[in-house]
Nanobody
Framework: QVQLVESGGGLVQAGGSLRLSCAAS????????MGWYRQAPGNQRELVAT???????NYADSVKGRFTISRDNAKKTVYLQMNSLEPEDTAVYYC???????????????WGQGTQVTVSS
């Protein structure tokens, strides 16, 4: 089965940086669209950033200029570099991946287990 394992979360002071990683494992042909989402207590899960198989990206307005999403298809990994972190960025961050099972089709979406990011003042 396909699994997404996240790492890189932790506690950081405002203005600091963290780099999140999400590695995919299992049997599949390729990764298509991938993304990062976050959910703070009492809030809805919200989109942070997405990246297509071809490398096109988009970001939530709240993180533009501070966060960068990237991917390494050879390593089956998506990253989120977070700079100039603010207390408002505190949340559980989840990675998401749309997997193509064969060259001719067959797709499914998977979620990581989540990693806590806490930004202190």
């Amino acid at each position: 089965q396909v699994q997404l394992v996240e790492s890189g979360g932790g506690l950081v002071q405002a203005g600091g940086s963290l780099r999140l990683s999400c590695a995919a494992s299992g049997s599949f042909y390729s990764m298509n669209d991938m993304g990062w989402y976050r959910q703070a207590p009492g809030n809805q899960r919200e989109l942070v950033a997405t990246i297509t198989r071809g490398g096109s990206t988009n970001y939530a307005d709240s993180v533009k200029g501070r966060f960068t999403i990237s991917r390494d298809n050879a390593k089956k990994t998506v990253y989120l570099q977070m700079n100039s972190l603010e207390p408002e960025d505190t949340a559980v961050y989840y990675c998401n991946c749309r997997v193509l099972f064969t060259w001719y089709g067959g797709e499914s979406t998977y979620w990581g287990q989540g990693t806590q990011v806490t930004v202190s003042s």
